[in-house]
T-cell receptor, first 117, second 113 residues
Framework: GAGVSQSPSNKVTEKGKDVELRCDPISGHTALYWYRQSLGQGLEFLIYFQGNSAPDKSGLPSDRFSAERTGGSVSTLTIQRTQQEDSAVYLC???????????????FGPGTRLLVL | RKEVEQDPGPFNVPEGATVAFNCTYSNSASQSFFWYRQDCRKEPKLLMSVYSSGNEDGRFTAQLNRASQYISLLIRDSKLSDSATYLCVVLTYSGAGSYQLTFGKGTKLSVIP
């Protein structure tokens, strides 16, 4: 079956512009996660959605970052007034249950590579 | 102390060797543990979960030591295809139904012919 998909796969933007990243989770997965991975760095948790509950935004680095999940499915991560330090790979993951368990863990999308010039 | 720490490596080992990675975590209340594998410029993929009693999947063995707050991954008979970065992941409940998944920065393994 289809895995997690993300679009665009690559995005180049100018400093100060807004960008919108999209994630389509695996159908039926309850939880959806956004991470950021800078070059040579580990994954940095940004935000997660769990069913219809309010999202946990504790990982968002600044108020320029926001995310929505419409209808419990597709999610968009928006970065306003992008800065060069926002350049990274933005990974989305989904899991059947929340939290993920030993048997039902996270499945990652291929990521969006964002470059802010 | 960082929440999840791993030796970044790289570990350069010959084919057929046995190699072990450790990962330490800071929160004694952490509940679940996983090893993920990430190939260069690819997304992470689950390698195996780590059970309290330890578990084995083919050439891979994972162990958990709650008292010392570390988990380990042992790879026997290394293959060239094992070359990747191995990420340690720790799940911790933070109260009120919330939880946190924390990834280590990964240990890079290169298996050499």
């Amino acid at each position: 079956g289809a895995g997690v998909s993300q679009s665009p796969s690559n995005k180049v933007t100018e400093k100060g512009k807004d960008v919108e990243l999209r994630c389509d989770p695996i159908s039926g997965h309850t939880a959806l996660y956004w991470y950021r991975q800078s070059l040579g760095q580990g994954l940095e948790f940004l935000i997660y959605f769990q069913g219809n509950s309010a999202p946990d935004k504790s990982g968002l680095p600044s108020d320029r970052f926001s995310a929505e999940r419409t209808g419990g499915s597709v999610s968009t991560l928006t970065i306003q007034r992008t800065q060069q330090e926002d350049s990274a790979v933005y990974l989305c993951a989904s899991s059947p249950q929340a939290p993920p368990t030993s048997q039902e863990t996270q499945y990652f999308g291929p990521g969006t590579r964002l470059l802010v010039l | 102390r960082k929440e999840v720490e791993q030796d970044p490596g790289p570990f350069n080992v010959p084919e057929g060797a046995t190699v072990a990675f450790n990962c330490t975590y800071s929160n004694s209340a952490s509940q679940s543990f996983f090893w993920y594998r990430q190939d260069c410029r690819k997304e992470p993929k689950l390698l195996m979960s780590v059970y309290s009693s330890g578990n084995e999947d083919g050439r891979f063995t994972a162990q958990l030591n709650r008292a010392s707050q570390y988990i380990s991954l042992l790879i026997r008979d290394s293959k060239l295809s094992d070359s990747a970065t191995y990420l340690c992941v720790v799940l911790t409940y933070s109260g009120a139904g919330s939880y946190q998944l924390t990834f280590g920065k990964g240990t890079k393994l290169s298996v050499i012919p």
